[in-house]
């Protein structure tokens, strides 16, 4: 039985994708702060799940939920990164922005780095980051969230390249980078292109199941970020 470990499977497309892998007969290690979510894990699916309450921004926390995990399920093939916070925040109120990056920032560098260093010790692994659209350019409306979404990208990229000194080249580093996908977390009123949940959770799990390096989500996106890569700001200024 394969095993994963996803770090956000309390609601949208961590407990979206966590359903799949259940499905798919793998055993699952979930984590997020809500206890009674995990808990409906557990109570519908046994022993295939493993639940671990956590806030990744307590990031001596997250090594021990980490190790705990690794304890029992020895090898680990997959882990699944989707904790996540984002706000408009116009007025740059300092709390959201402290929220955000110690969120995205803090605690997913050091889930990124518990699980690289497991797969390069394991000689085999594949780590699955939930990055976004946002990591391709600034915003006005909300900086905090996408200059984190920029540092996700920048670091999976890393750990990608670092992958080269793997002999086994079986280790695996994915990113995924949704637009809008219809969960609590989807930015503002009236987003376009909002894509629904179910459509976007099977689309991520058919990248990963490809290992594909970077995978944007619906794949229409993929032609808004090459937009966003050639535009210039001062365009963006005007638009936006
Ligand atoms: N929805 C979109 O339009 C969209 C687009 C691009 C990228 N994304 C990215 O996709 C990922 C998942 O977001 P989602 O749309 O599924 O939103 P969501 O339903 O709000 O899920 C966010 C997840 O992050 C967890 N989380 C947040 N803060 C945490 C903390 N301090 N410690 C531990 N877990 C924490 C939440 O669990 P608890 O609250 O239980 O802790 C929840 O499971 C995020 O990284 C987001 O940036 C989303």
């Given at each position: 039985m394969k095993k994963a470990i996803v770090f956000?499977?309390?609601?949208?497309i961590g407990k979206a994708l966590t359903e799949l892998l259940l499905q798919d007969n793998y055993q699952v290690a979930v984590t997020g702060r809500r206890l009674d979510k995990l808990k409906t894990f557990e109570e519908q699916h046994g022993k295939n799940v493993l639940i671990k309450q956590n806030d990744i921004q307590d990031v001596d926390h997250v090594e021990v939920v980490f190790n705990e995990i690794v304890k029992k399920f020895g090898v680990v093939d997959l882990v699944i990164q989707s904790s996540g916070v984002g706000y408009v925040n116009s007025e740059l109120d300092w709390e959201k922005e402290n929220q955000t990056i110690n969120t995205n920032v803090l605690g997913v560098t050091k889930l990124y780095d518990l699980a690289y260093k497991l797969f390069k010790k394991q000689g085999l692994g594949h780590l699955v980051g939930i990055s976004s659209?946002?990591?391709i350019r600034g915003n006005r409306f909300a900086p905090a969230y996408f200059a984190s979404k920029a540092y996700q990208k920048a670091y999976l990229e890393s750990l990608y390249l670092k992958?080269?000194?793997?002999?086994?080249?079986?280790v695996f580093i994915t990113d995924i980078r949704p637009g809008?996908?219809?969960?609590?977390?989807?930015?503002?009123?009236?987003?376009?292109?909002?894509?629904?949940l179910e459509k976007a959770s099977k689309q991520i799990f058919s990248a990963i199941k490809r290992k594909r390096r970077v995978a944007y989500?619906?794949?229409?996106w993929r032609l808004i970020a090459w937009v966003l890569k050639i535009v210039p700001a001062w365009i963006m200024k005007k638009l936006t």
């Open positions: 956000g499977a309390t609601s949208g659209i946002a990591s992958t080269k000194t793997i002999p086994s080249k079986k809008f996908v219809d969960t609590a977390m989807a930015l503002g009123d009236g987003v376009f292109w909002l894509v629904p989500i619906s794949r229409r």
